[in-house]
Protein backbone atom coordinates (compact mmCIF):
# COMPACT_ATOMS: atom_id res chain seq x y z
CA UNK A 1 0.00 0.00 0.00
CA UNK A 2 1.29 3.03 -0.68
CA UNK A 3 1.76 6.24 1.37
CA UNK A 4 -1.28 7.81 2.76
CA UNK A 5 -1.70 11.79 2.88
CA UNK A 6 -3.83 13.16 5.85
CA UNK A 7 -5.10 16.74 5.32
CA UNK A 8 -7.79 19.13 6.29
CA UNK A 9 -9.53 22.41 4.02
CA UNK A 10 -7.47 25.32 2.41
CA UNK A 11 -7.27 28.20 4.25
CA UNK A 12 -6.42 26.07 7.07
CA UNK A 13 -7.23 26.69 10.62
CA UNK A 14 -6.41 24.92 14.39
CA UNK A 15 -8.84 22.40 14.02
CA UNK A 16 -7.79 21.13 10.34
CA UNK A 17 -3.99 21.54 10.82
CA UNK A 18 -3.97 19.64 14.22
CA UNK A 19 -6.61 16.86 13.11
CA UNK A 20 -4.24 16.04 10.33
CA UNK A 21 -1.48 15.91 12.83
CA UNK A 22 -3.47 13.89 15.08
CA UNK A 23 -5.09 11.59 13.02
CA UNK A 24 -1.81 10.53 11.01
CA UNK A 25 -0.14 9.80 14.22
CA UNK A 26 -2.94 7.49 15.22
CA UNK A 27 -2.93 6.03 11.36
CA UNK A 28 1.25 5.20 12.40
CA UNK A 29 -0.11 3.49 15.83
CA UNK A 30 -2.10 1.11 13.40
CA UNK A 31 1.01 0.23 11.05
CA UNK A 32 -0.31 2.74 8.31
CA UNK A 33 2.07 4.72 6.48
CA UNK A 34 0.52 8.07 6.98
CA UNK A 35 1.80 11.80 6.92
CA UNK A 36 -0.18 14.81 7.52
CA UNK A 37 0.19 17.64 5.25
CA UNK A 38 -1.07 21.39 4.93
CA UNK A 39 -2.63 22.94 1.82
CA UNK A 40 -2.21 26.59 2.98
CA UNK A 41 -0.32 29.17 5.32
CA UNK A 42 -0.63 28.09 9.08
CA UNK A 43 -1.73 30.89 11.18
CA UNK A 44 -1.00 32.89 14.33
CA UNK A 45 -3.15 30.80 16.37
CA UNK A 46 -2.33 27.50 14.94
CA UNK A 47 1.15 28.47 15.48
CA UNK A 48 1.23 29.49 18.99
CA UNK A 49 -0.56 25.55 19.58
CA UNK A 50 1.88 24.01 17.42
CA UNK A 51 5.23 25.30 19.60
CA UNK A 52 3.34 24.92 22.74
CA UNK A 53 3.37 21.61 22.11
CA UNK A 54 6.34 21.18 20.16
CA UNK A 55 5.11 20.25 16.84
CA UNK A 56 6.33 22.00 13.37
CA UNK A 57 3.89 22.82 10.85
CA UNK A 58 2.81 19.47 8.22
CA UNK A 59 4.43 20.15 5.30
CA UNK A 60 3.13 22.79 2.70
CA UNK A 61 1.78 20.04 -0.81
CA UNK A 62 0.51 21.94 -3.95
CA UNK A 63 -1.29 19.24 -6.19
CA UNK A 64 -2.34 16.17 -4.09
CA UNK A 65 -2.14 13.85 -6.91
CA UNK A 66 1.60 14.31 -7.89
CA UNK A 67 2.25 12.98 -3.95
CA UNK A 68 0.45 9.84 -3.72
CA UNK A 69 -3.29 8.12 -4.77
CA UNK A 70 -5.06 7.69 -1.65
CA UNK A 71 -6.03 10.10 1.09
CA UNK A 72 -7.70 11.02 4.45
CA UNK A 73 -10.02 13.85 4.68
CA UNK A 74 -10.10 15.75 7.92
CA UNK A 75 -12.03 18.38 8.85
CA UNK A 76 -14.28 19.02 5.57
CA UNK A 77 -15.67 16.90 2.19
CA UNK A 78 -16.95 19.46 -0.10
CA UNK A 79 -14.10 19.07 -3.34
CA UNK A 80 -13.98 22.94 -3.62
CA UNK A 81 -12.35 22.93 0.02
CA UNK A 82 -9.97 19.98 -0.84
CA UNK A 83 -6.42 20.00 -2.42
CA UNK A 84 -5.89 20.33 -5.97
CA UNK A 85 -6.10 17.16 -8.04
CA UNK A 86 -8.41 15.82 -5.20
CA UNK A 87 -10.55 13.74 -7.87
CA UNK A 88 -7.66 11.97 -9.50
CA UNK A 89 -7.24 10.27 -6.52
CA UNK A 90 -8.71 7.87 -4.27
CA UNK A 91 -10.31 9.27 -0.90
CA UNK A 92 -10.36 6.61 1.48
CA UNK A 93 -11.44 8.12 4.67
CA UNK A 94 -13.00 11.31 5.46
CA UNK A 95 -13.49 12.52 9.50
CA UNK A 96 -15.65 15.74 9.93
CA UNK A 97 -18.11 17.83 11.18
CA UNK A 98 -19.53 19.84 8.42
CA UNK A 99 -22.72 19.23 5.98
CA UNK A 100 -22.11 16.50 3.46
CA UNK A 101 -21.74 18.12 0.38
CA UNK A 102 -20.25 17.91 -3.35
CA UNK A 103 -18.79 14.81 -2.26
CA UNK A 104 -19.09 11.33 -4.25
CA UNK A 105 -17.02 8.43 -4.54
CA UNK A 106 -17.24 5.45 -6.92
CA UNK A 107 -16.16 2.98 -3.87
CA UNK A 108 -17.14 2.30 -0.31
CA UNK A 109 -14.66 4.47 2.15
CA UNK A 110 -14.79 4.84 5.67
CA UNK A 111 -16.66 8.70 6.47
CA UNK A 112 -16.93 9.18 10.06
CA UNK A 113 -19.62 12.74 10.68
CA UNK A 114 -20.84 13.99 13.42
CA UNK A 115 -22.64 16.92 14.46
CA UNK A 116 -19.93 18.28 17.02
CA UNK A 117 -18.27 21.09 17.28
CA UNK A 118 -14.40 20.02 16.34
CA UNK A 119 -13.10 17.23 14.27
CA UNK A 120 -10.90 16.20 17.90
CA UNK A 121 -13.76 15.45 19.31
CA UNK A 122 -14.25 12.37 16.83
CA UNK A 123 -10.60 11.94 16.69
CA UNK A 124 -10.35 11.30 20.61
CA UNK A 125 -13.30 8.74 20.31
CA UNK A 126 -11.23 7.13 17.27
CA UNK A 127 -8.07 7.19 19.74
CA UNK A 128 -10.05 4.76 22.30
CA UNK A 129 -11.97 2.92 19.85
CA UNK A 130 -8.83 1.55 18.24
CA UNK A 131 -7.15 1.73 22.04
CA UNK A 132 -4.40 3.86 21.31
CA UNK A 133 -3.19 5.90 24.32
CA UNK A 134 -3.16 9.68 23.53
CA UNK A 135 0.59 11.34 24.07
CA UNK A 136 0.07 14.22 26.00
CA UNK A 137 1.38 16.97 23.15
CA UNK A 138 -0.97 14.93 20.73
CA UNK A 139 -3.87 15.58 23.47
CA UNK A 140 -2.44 19.37 23.43
CA UNK A 141 -2.98 19.84 20.31
CA UNK A 142 -6.44 18.47 20.11
CA UNK A 143 -7.58 20.38 22.78
CA UNK A 144 -6.41 23.22 20.94
CA UNK A 145 -8.70 22.46 18.17
CA UNK A 146 -11.37 22.39 20.36
CA UNK A 147 -10.73 25.29 21.78
CA UNK A 148 -10.59 27.39 18.71
CA UNK A 149 -13.72 25.94 17.02
CA UNK A 150 -15.65 26.27 20.12
CA UNK A 151 -14.29 29.65 21.39
CA UNK A 152 -13.37 27.97 24.23
CA UNK A 153 -16.81 26.55 24.58
CA UNK A 154 -18.86 29.35 24.04
CA UNK A 155 -19.66 28.91 20.52
CA UNK A 156 -23.25 27.57 19.79
CA UNK A 157 -21.85 24.90 17.85
CA UNK A 158 -19.81 23.27 20.97
CA UNK A 159 -21.57 20.32 22.18
CA UNK A 160 -21.58 18.41 25.41
CA UNK A 161 -19.74 15.83 23.44
CA UNK A 162 -17.11 18.73 22.99
CA UNK A 163 -16.91 19.62 26.62
CA UNK A 164 -15.98 16.43 27.34
CA UNK A 165 -13.40 15.86 25.69
CA UNK A 166 -11.67 19.05 25.87
CA UNK A 167 -11.44 18.15 29.61
CA UNK A 168 -9.88 15.06 29.12
CA UNK A 169 -7.85 15.95 26.58
CA UNK A 170 -6.73 18.73 28.90
CA UNK A 171 -5.99 16.34 32.09
CA UNK A 172 -3.88 14.46 29.78
CA UNK A 173 -1.90 17.62 28.33
CA UNK A 174 -1.20 18.76 32.09
CA UNK A 175 -2.69 22.41 31.42
CA UNK A 176 -5.74 25.07 32.36
CA UNK A 177 -7.95 25.06 29.65
CA UNK A 178 -9.09 28.70 30.88
CA UNK A 179 -5.72 30.11 30.92
CA UNK A 180 -3.93 28.46 27.54
CA UNK A 181 -7.16 28.69 25.99
CA UNK A 182 -7.52 32.45 26.24
CA UNK A 183 -3.69 32.85 25.29
CA UNK A 184 -4.31 30.82 21.99
CA UNK A 185 -7.11 32.73 20.87
CA UNK A 186 -5.78 35.72 21.70
CA UNK A 187 -3.00 34.91 19.84
CA UNK A 188 -4.82 34.42 17.08
CA UNK A 189 -6.54 37.41 17.07
CA UNK A 190 -3.23 39.51 17.26
CA UNK A 191 -3.65 41.06 13.43
CA UNK A 192 -0.90 43.45 14.35
CA UNK A 193 1.07 41.78 12.06
CA UNK A 194 -1.74 41.40 9.18
CA UNK A 195 -1.80 43.91 6.24
CA UNK A 196 -6.39 44.36 5.60
CA UNK A 197 -5.65 42.34 2.27
CA UNK A 198 -4.54 39.50 4.20
CA UNK A 199 -7.52 39.87 6.70
CA UNK A 200 -9.93 39.71 3.88
CA UNK A 201 -8.48 36.25 2.77
CA UNK A 202 -7.59 34.61 5.69
CA UNK A 203 -10.80 33.30 6.55
CA UNK A 204 -12.81 33.66 3.83
CA UNK A 205 -15.22 30.97 2.68
CA UNK A 206 -17.80 31.52 -0.22
CA UNK A 207 -21.83 30.67 -0.57
CA UNK A 208 -24.48 31.56 -2.67
CA UNK A 209 -27.50 32.24 -1.55
CA UNK A 210 -30.25 31.76 -4.59
CA UNK A 211 -29.06 34.22 -7.14
CA UNK A 212 -26.84 36.04 -3.82
CA UNK A 213 -23.28 35.43 -4.99
CA UNK A 214 -21.43 36.32 -1.18
CA UNK A 215 -18.17 35.76 0.47
CA UNK A 216 -18.49 35.46 4.32
CA UNK A 217 -15.42 36.03 5.70
CA UNK A 218 -14.43 36.51 10.36
CA UNK A 219 -11.30 37.23 11.36
CA UNK A 220 -11.30 37.16 15.53
CA UNK A 221 -10.02 40.03 17.87
CA UNK A 222 -9.75 41.22 21.27
CA UNK A 223 -10.52 44.47 20.48
CA UNK A 224 -12.95 45.46 17.84
CA UNK A 225 -12.32 49.08 17.18
CA UNK A 226 -8.65 48.05 15.88
CA UNK A 227 -10.08 47.11 12.46
CA UNK A 228 -12.93 49.61 12.84
CA UNK A 229 -10.54 52.69 13.34
CA UNK A 230 -9.41 51.55 9.54
CA UNK A 231 -12.76 50.91 7.98
CA UNK A 232 -12.87 53.59 5.59
CA UNK A 233 -9.81 51.66 3.89
CA UNK A 234 -11.43 48.20 4.43
CA UNK A 235 -15.02 49.20 3.23
CA UNK A 236 -12.54 50.43 -0.34
CA UNK A 237 -11.12 47.08 -0.49
CA UNK A 238 -13.96 45.13 0.02
CA UNK A 239 -15.78 47.06 -2.97
CA UNK A 240 -12.84 46.56 -5.16
CA UNK A 241 -13.02 42.95 -4.68
CA UNK A 242 -16.70 42.50 -4.64
CA UNK A 243 -16.75 44.28 -7.94
CA UNK A 244 -13.43 42.66 -8.99
CA UNK A 245 -15.47 39.20 -8.97
CA UNK A 246 -18.83 39.87 -9.37
CA UNK A 247 -20.32 39.32 -6.13
CA UNK A 248 -23.53 40.83 -4.64
CA UNK A 249 -22.35 40.78 -0.85
CA UNK A 250 -19.02 40.66 1.01
CA UNK A 251 -19.95 39.95 5.03
CA UNK A 252 -17.00 40.51 6.89
CA UNK A 253 -17.31 39.51 10.81
CA UNK A 254 -15.08 40.67 13.33
CA UNK A 255 -15.65 38.56 16.29
CA UNK A 256 -15.09 39.56 19.90
CA UNK A 257 -13.40 37.02 21.35
CA UNK A 258 -13.71 38.37 24.76
CA UNK A 259 -16.98 39.64 25.22
CA UNK A 260 -18.77 36.82 22.22
CA UNK A 261 -19.77 39.53 19.95
CA UNK A 262 -19.56 40.27 16.35
CA UNK A 263 -19.70 43.21 13.88
CA UNK A 264 -19.88 42.88 10.71
CA UNK A 265 -18.81 45.31 7.98
CA UNK A 266 -20.72 44.56 5.15
CA UNK A 267 -21.01 45.89 1.01
CA UNK A 268 -22.72 45.01 -2.11
CA UNK A 269 -26.29 44.99 -3.31
CA UNK A 270 -27.39 42.81 -1.03
CA UNK A 271 -25.66 44.34 2.00
CA UNK A 272 -29.49 45.83 2.74
CA UNK A 273 -30.77 42.93 3.05
CA UNK A 274 -28.45 41.27 4.81
CA UNK A 275 -28.58 43.24 6.92
CA UNK A 276 -32.44 43.59 7.31
CA UNK A 277 -32.24 39.48 7.63
CA UNK A 278 -31.29 40.18 11.77
CA UNK A 279 -33.67 42.71 11.86
CA UNK A 280 -30.50 45.65 11.88
CA UNK A 281 -30.30 48.44 8.95
CA UNK A 282 -27.04 48.95 7.63
CA UNK A 283 -24.94 52.32 8.93
CA UNK A 284 -22.28 53.24 7.34
CA UNK A 285 -21.81 49.60 5.96
CA UNK A 286 -21.47 48.09 9.68
CA UNK A 287 -24.05 46.17 11.44
CA UNK A 288 -23.92 44.96 14.83
CA UNK A 289 -24.11 41.32 15.93
CA UNK A 290 -24.41 40.87 19.50
CA UNK A 291 -24.13 37.53 20.80
CA UNK A 292 -22.85 35.83 17.30
CA UNK A 293 -19.79 34.38 17.31
CA UNK A 294 -20.39 31.37 14.60
CA UNK A 295 -20.91 31.44 11.01
CA UNK A 296 -21.65 27.55 10.31
CA UNK A 297 -24.75 28.36 12.95
CA UNK A 298 -25.62 32.16 13.36
CA UNK A 299 -24.79 33.69 10.34
CA UNK A 300 -24.82 30.82 7.37
CA UNK A 301 -28.47 30.08 8.07
CA UNK A 302 -29.93 33.36 8.65
CA UNK A 303 -29.22 34.88 5.37
CA UNK A 304 -29.86 31.12 3.67
CA UNK A 305 -33.39 32.13 4.85
CA UNK A 306 -33.48 36.02 4.13
CA UNK A 307 -31.72 35.51 0.75
CA UNK A 308 -32.63 32.23 -1.15
CA UNK A 309 -35.67 33.09 -2.19
CA UNK B 1 -38.93 16.54 19.15
CA UNK B 2 -40.62 14.51 16.69
CA UNK B 3 -40.95 10.66 15.24
CA UNK B 4 -37.71 9.86 13.19
CA UNK B 5 -38.74 6.96 11.02
CA UNK B 6 -35.66 4.68 10.18
CA UNK B 7 -35.53 3.10 6.77
CA UNK B 8 -33.13 1.04 4.23
CA UNK B 9 -33.34 1.64 0.45
CA UNK B 10 -36.37 0.61 -2.30
CA UNK B 11 -36.44 -2.65 -3.21
CA UNK B 12 -35.57 -3.82 0.39
CA UNK B 13 -33.02 -6.88 1.01
CA UNK B 14 -32.78 -8.52 4.02
CA UNK B 15 -30.02 -6.05 5.40
CA UNK B 16 -32.08 -3.33 4.72
CA UNK B 17 -35.05 -4.21 6.54
CA UNK B 18 -33.38 -6.11 9.40
CA UNK B 19 -31.17 -3.07 9.60
CA UNK B 20 -33.63 -0.68 9.43
CA UNK B 21 -35.51 -2.85 12.58
CA UNK B 22 -32.18 -3.51 14.74
CA UNK B 23 -30.87 0.58 14.45
CA UNK B 24 -34.64 1.70 15.20
CA UNK B 25 -34.12 -0.33 18.33
CA UNK B 26 -31.27 0.73 19.41
CA UNK B 27 -32.31 4.39 19.02
CA UNK B 28 -35.19 3.60 21.45
CA UNK B 29 -33.22 2.36 23.97
CA UNK B 30 -31.22 5.48 24.02
CA UNK B 31 -34.65 7.54 24.43
CA UNK B 32 -35.65 8.38 21.36
CA UNK B 33 -39.20 8.19 19.15
CA UNK B 34 -37.71 6.10 16.41
CA UNK B 35 -39.99 3.56 14.12
CA UNK B 36 -38.01 1.15 11.59
CA UNK B 37 -40.60 0.89 8.48
CA UNK B 38 -39.67 0.04 4.75
CA UNK B 39 -40.54 1.37 1.17
CA UNK B 40 -41.67 -1.87 -0.82
CA UNK B 41 -42.54 -5.28 -0.40
CA UNK B 42 -40.40 -8.19 1.56
CA UNK B 43 -38.66 -10.62 0.03
CA UNK B 44 -38.98 -14.27 0.66
CA UNK B 45 -35.60 -14.98 2.23
CA UNK B 46 -36.18 -12.03 4.56
CA UNK B 47 -39.98 -13.18 5.39
CA UNK B 48 -37.19 -16.28 6.39
CA UNK B 49 -35.88 -14.50 8.59
CA UNK B 50 -38.24 -12.08 10.15
CA UNK B 51 -40.56 -15.38 10.81
CA UNK B 52 -37.46 -17.15 12.28
CA UNK B 53 -36.56 -14.31 15.45
CA UNK B 54 -40.37 -13.39 15.69
CA UNK B 55 -40.89 -10.31 13.70
CA UNK B 56 -43.27 -8.38 11.57
CA UNK B 57 -42.57 -6.58 8.82
CA UNK B 58 -41.84 -2.92 9.52
CA UNK B 59 -44.62 -0.75 8.38
CA UNK B 60 -45.08 0.21 4.43
CA UNK B 61 -44.57 4.12 3.44
CA UNK B 62 -45.64 5.71 0.74
CA UNK B 63 -44.36 9.20 0.85
CA UNK B 64 -41.70 9.97 3.41
CA UNK B 65 -42.42 13.63 3.73
CA UNK B 66 -46.62 13.29 4.79
CA UNK B 67 -45.16 11.33 8.02
CA UNK B 68 -42.41 13.09 9.74
CA UNK B 69 -39.48 15.79 9.23
CA UNK B 70 -36.74 13.88 10.26
CA UNK B 71 -35.25 11.01 9.02
CA UNK B 72 -32.61 8.17 9.54
CA UNK B 73 -31.12 6.45 6.15
CA UNK B 74 -29.63 2.51 6.81
CA UNK B 75 -27.94 0.64 4.01
CA UNK B 76 -28.21 3.39 1.22
CA UNK B 77 -27.40 7.18 1.11
CA UNK B 78 -27.85 7.80 -2.91
CA UNK B 79 -31.40 10.00 -3.23
CA UNK B 80 -32.83 8.13 -6.17
CA UNK B 81 -32.58 4.50 -4.15
CA UNK B 82 -33.92 6.70 -0.96
CA UNK B 83 -37.91 7.15 -0.17
CA UNK B 84 -40.46 9.30 -2.06
CA UNK B 85 -40.21 13.17 -0.62
CA UNK B 86 -36.88 12.42 0.70
CA UNK B 87 -35.69 15.78 -0.53
CA UNK B 88 -38.39 17.69 2.07
CA UNK B 89 -37.43 15.92 5.53
CA UNK B 90 -34.29 16.55 7.17
CA UNK B 91 -32.15 13.44 7.02
CA UNK B 92 -30.16 13.42 11.03
CA UNK B 93 -27.96 10.60 10.71
CA UNK B 94 -26.91 7.84 8.00
CA UNK B 95 -25.48 4.13 9.02
CA UNK B 96 -24.02 2.58 5.27
CA UNK B 97 -21.66 0.33 4.08
CA UNK B 98 -22.24 1.66 0.17
CA UNK B 99 -20.36 4.76 -2.00
CA UNK B 100 -21.26 8.09 -1.23
CA UNK B 101 -22.98 9.55 -4.17
CA UNK B 102 -26.22 11.55 -4.88
CA UNK B 103 -26.20 12.78 -1.28
CA UNK B 104 -25.75 16.63 0.29
CA UNK B 105 -27.18 18.37 3.61
CA UNK B 106 -27.49 21.98 4.82
CA UNK B 107 -26.15 21.08 8.47
CA UNK B 108 -23.59 18.83 9.69
CA UNK B 109 -25.03 15.06 10.94
CA UNK B 110 -24.31 11.32 11.67
CA UNK B 111 -22.74 9.84 9.17
CA UNK B 112 -21.41 6.64 9.25
CA UNK B 113 -20.09 4.48 6.70
CA UNK B 114 -17.82 2.20 6.14
CA UNK B 115 -16.12 0.16 4.00
CA UNK B 116 -17.62 -3.61 5.29
CA UNK B 117 -19.66 -6.26 3.68
CA UNK B 118 -23.27 -5.31 5.72
CA UNK B 119 -24.33 -2.91 7.58
CA UNK B 120 -25.49 -4.89 10.25
CA UNK B 121 -21.68 -5.09 11.20
CA UNK B 122 -21.50 -1.60 11.69
CA UNK B 123 -24.48 -1.49 13.94
CA UNK B 124 -22.78 -4.28 16.07
CA UNK B 125 -20.12 -1.31 16.56
CA UNK B 126 -22.84 0.84 17.70
CA UNK B 127 -24.38 -1.00 20.31
CA UNK B 128 -21.31 -1.42 21.99
CA UNK B 129 -20.22 2.01 21.81
CA UNK B 130 -23.78 2.91 23.39
CA UNK B 131 -23.23 0.11 26.17
CA UNK B 132 -26.33 -1.21 25.07
CA UNK B 133 -27.00 -4.88 25.07
CA UNK B 134 -28.27 -6.55 22.12
CA UNK B 135 -31.30 -8.53 22.47
CA UNK B 136 -30.96 -12.22 21.21
CA UNK B 137 -33.56 -11.49 18.61
CA UNK B 138 -32.17 -8.73 17.23
CA UNK B 139 -28.76 -10.61 17.15
CA UNK B 140 -30.44 -12.76 14.95
CA UNK B 141 -31.94 -10.46 12.23
CA UNK B 142 -28.25 -8.63 12.34
CA UNK B 143 -26.51 -12.19 12.06
CA UNK B 144 -29.12 -13.26 9.06
CA UNK B 145 -28.80 -9.59 7.19
CA UNK B 146 -24.53 -10.48 7.42
CA UNK B 147 -25.15 -13.97 6.47
CA UNK B 148 -27.33 -12.60 3.25
CA UNK B 149 -24.86 -9.72 2.37
CA UNK B 150 -21.80 -11.97 2.22
CA UNK B 151 -23.43 -15.56 0.87
CA UNK B 152 -22.61 -17.16 4.37
CA UNK B 153 -18.98 -15.45 4.22
CA UNK B 154 -18.14 -16.17 0.71
CA UNK B 155 -18.75 -12.72 -0.91
CA UNK B 156 -15.63 -11.30 -1.66
CA UNK B 157 -17.39 -8.12 -0.10
CA UNK B 158 -16.86 -9.89 3.36
CA UNK B 159 -14.19 -8.58 5.46
CA UNK B 160 -12.65 -10.04 8.70
CA UNK B 161 -15.38 -7.95 11.13
CA UNK B 162 -18.22 -9.27 9.34
CA UNK B 163 -17.02 -12.71 10.21
CA UNK B 164 -16.15 -11.52 13.75
CA UNK B 165 -19.59 -9.60 14.28
CA UNK B 166 -21.51 -12.73 12.57
CA UNK B 167 -19.60 -15.19 15.34
CA UNK B 168 -20.64 -12.99 18.44
CA UNK B 169 -24.20 -12.53 16.85
CA UNK B 170 -24.74 -16.09 16.17
CA UNK B 171 -23.68 -16.87 19.91
CA UNK B 172 -26.04 -14.44 21.23
CA UNK B 173 -28.92 -15.75 18.85
CA UNK B 174 -28.33 -18.99 19.63
CA UNK B 175 -28.04 -20.79 16.28
CA UNK B 176 -26.03 -22.45 14.17
CA UNK B 177 -24.54 -20.40 11.21
CA UNK B 178 -23.72 -22.34 8.58
CA UNK B 179 -27.20 -23.86 9.11
CA UNK B 180 -29.69 -21.85 9.91
CA UNK B 181 -27.76 -19.36 6.99
CA UNK B 182 -28.03 -22.00 4.76
CA UNK B 183 -31.98 -22.50 5.35
CA UNK B 184 -32.25 -18.33 4.85
CA UNK B 185 -29.94 -18.28 1.62
CA UNK B 186 -32.20 -20.90 -0.01
CA UNK B 187 -35.86 -19.87 1.12
CA UNK B 188 -34.55 -16.44 -0.61
CA UNK B 189 -33.45 -18.46 -3.65
CA UNK B 190 -36.83 -20.56 -3.49
CA UNK B 191 -38.19 -19.15 -6.70
CA UNK B 192 -41.24 -21.25 -7.25
CA UNK B 193 -43.98 -18.61 -6.17
CA UNK B 194 -42.23 -15.66 -8.53
CA UNK B 195 -43.64 -15.37 -12.28
CA UNK B 196 -40.43 -13.95 -14.30
CA UNK B 197 -41.35 -10.64 -14.30
CA UNK B 198 -41.26 -10.57 -10.89
CA UNK B 199 -37.71 -12.33 -11.02
CA UNK B 200 -36.60 -9.24 -13.48
CA UNK B 201 -37.64 -6.57 -10.73
CA UNK B 202 -36.48 -8.28 -7.90
CA UNK B 203 -33.54 -6.57 -7.40
CA UNK B 204 -32.50 -4.57 -10.28
CA UNK B 205 -30.38 -1.62 -10.28
CA UNK B 206 -29.62 1.08 -12.51
CA UNK B 207 -26.37 1.95 -14.34
CA UNK B 208 -24.56 4.17 -17.05
CA UNK B 209 -21.23 3.08 -17.96
CA UNK B 210 -20.01 6.13 -20.26
CA UNK B 211 -23.38 6.16 -22.65
CA UNK B 212 -24.45 2.86 -21.93
CA UNK B 213 -27.46 2.75 -19.70
CA UNK B 214 -27.82 -0.01 -18.12
CA UNK B 215 -29.70 -2.92 -15.45
CA UNK B 216 -27.97 -5.06 -13.43
CA UNK B 217 -30.19 -7.71 -12.09
CA UNK B 218 -29.58 -10.45 -9.83
CA UNK B 219 -31.08 -13.12 -8.38
CA UNK B 220 -30.05 -16.27 -6.38
CA UNK B 221 -30.65 -19.94 -7.18
CA UNK B 222 -30.12 -23.36 -5.89
CA UNK B 223 -30.55 -24.69 -9.00
CA UNK B 224 -29.68 -22.29 -11.75
CA UNK B 225 -31.23 -24.70 -13.97
CA UNK B 226 -34.43 -23.87 -13.36
CA UNK B 227 -34.35 -20.34 -14.57
CA UNK B 228 -32.08 -21.53 -17.87
CA UNK B 229 -34.77 -23.98 -18.96
CA UNK B 230 -37.45 -20.81 -19.46
CA UNK B 231 -34.30 -19.25 -20.99
CA UNK B 232 -36.26 -18.34 -24.40
CA UNK B 233 -38.88 -16.72 -22.27
CA UNK B 234 -36.63 -14.94 -20.10
CA UNK B 235 -35.06 -13.24 -23.02
CA UNK B 236 -38.00 -12.28 -24.43
CA UNK B 237 -39.17 -10.49 -21.58
CA UNK B 238 -35.27 -8.68 -21.64
CA UNK B 239 -35.49 -7.69 -24.84
CA UNK B 240 -38.83 -6.37 -24.41
CA UNK B 241 -38.14 -4.59 -21.45
CA UNK B 242 -35.07 -3.13 -23.02
CA UNK B 243 -36.38 -2.20 -25.91
CA UNK B 244 -39.62 0.15 -24.02
CA UNK B 245 -37.47 2.01 -21.57
CA UNK B 246 -34.20 2.62 -23.91
CA UNK B 247 -31.54 0.45 -22.88
CA UNK B 248 -27.99 -0.72 -24.58
CA UNK B 249 -27.47 -3.69 -21.77
CA UNK B 250 -30.07 -5.58 -19.42
CA UNK B 251 -27.46 -7.81 -17.64
CA UNK B 252 -29.30 -10.81 -15.52
CA UNK B 253 -27.54 -12.38 -13.16
CA UNK B 254 -28.01 -15.62 -11.67
CA UNK B 255 -26.41 -16.55 -8.83
CA UNK B 256 -25.80 -20.27 -7.66
CA UNK B 257 -25.56 -20.13 -4.16
CA UNK B 258 -24.24 -23.60 -3.23
CA UNK B 259 -21.19 -23.64 -5.59
CA UNK B 260 -20.75 -19.88 -5.67
CA UNK B 261 -20.96 -19.47 -9.21
CA UNK B 262 -22.63 -17.44 -11.74
CA UNK B 263 -24.30 -17.13 -14.99
CA UNK B 264 -25.66 -13.77 -16.89
CA UNK B 265 -28.65 -13.87 -19.49
CA UNK B 266 -27.54 -10.83 -21.58
CA UNK B 267 -29.20 -8.84 -23.99
CA UNK B 268 -29.03 -5.35 -25.51
CA UNK B 269 -26.88 -3.64 -28.36
CA UNK B 270 -24.01 -4.13 -25.62
CA UNK B 271 -24.09 -7.58 -25.00
CA UNK B 272 -21.48 -8.65 -26.82
CA UNK B 273 -19.46 -5.91 -25.01
CA UNK B 274 -20.34 -6.66 -22.01
CA UNK B 275 -19.71 -11.14 -22.25
CA UNK B 276 -16.06 -9.40 -23.64
CA UNK B 277 -15.64 -7.81 -20.15
CA UNK B 278 -15.22 -10.87 -18.97
CA UNK B 279 -13.24 -12.46 -21.37
CA UNK B 280 -15.81 -14.54 -22.83
CA UNK B 281 -18.42 -14.66 -25.99
CA UNK B 282 -22.12 -14.24 -25.59
CA UNK B 283 -23.49 -18.01 -26.45
CA UNK B 284 -27.65 -17.83 -27.05
CA UNK B 285 -27.45 -14.75 -24.52
CA UNK B 286 -25.01 -16.30 -21.97
CA UNK B 287 -22.06 -15.64 -20.37
CA UNK B 288 -20.63 -18.09 -17.36
CA UNK B 289 -19.92 -16.58 -14.72
CA UNK B 290 -17.46 -19.03 -12.52
CA UNK B 291 -16.67 -17.62 -9.09
CA UNK B 292 -18.76 -14.58 -9.22
CA UNK B 293 -21.14 -13.92 -6.61
CA UNK B 294 -21.02 -10.19 -5.72
CA UNK B 295 -22.40 -7.47 -8.53
CA UNK B 296 -20.89 -4.77 -6.23
CA UNK B 297 -17.42 -6.26 -6.52
CA UNK B 298 -17.30 -8.50 -9.59
CA UNK B 299 -19.32 -7.18 -11.98
CA UNK B 300 -20.17 -3.29 -11.59
CA UNK B 301 -16.17 -2.96 -11.84
CA UNK B 302 -15.29 -4.91 -14.83
CA UNK B 303 -18.01 -3.34 -16.52
CA UNK B 304 -17.23 -0.04 -15.75
CA UNK B 305 -13.81 -0.14 -17.12
CA UNK B 306 -14.75 -2.15 -20.39
CA UNK B 307 -17.94 0.23 -21.23
CA UNK B 308 -17.17 3.59 -19.58
CA UNK B 309 -14.94 5.00 -22.52
Known amino acids: MSKVLVFGHKNPDTD????????AFLKQQLGEDAEAVRLGEVNNETKFALEKFGFEAPRLIDNVATETNQVI???HNERQQSANGIEEVKVIEVIDHHRIANFETSD???FRAEPVGCTATILNKLYKENNVAIPSNIAGLMLSAIVSDTLLFKSPTCTDQDVKAGKELAEIAGVNVEEYGLAMLKAGA???DKSLEELLSLDAKEFTFGNVKSIIAQVNAVDVNDLLGRKDELVGLLNKYTE???????????TDILNNDSVAVVVGSASEDAAKAFG????DNEVELPGVVSRKKQVVPVLTEALSE
Do not use: M
Not at 16 to 22: D, N, P
Not at 244 to 254: A, M
Not at 280 to 283: E, G, I, Y
Open 73 to 75: LVD
Open 190 to 192: DLS
Open 244 to 254: ENGLDLYFFII
Open 280 to 283: KTLK
Open 16 to 23: TITSAISY
Open 108 to 110: PLY
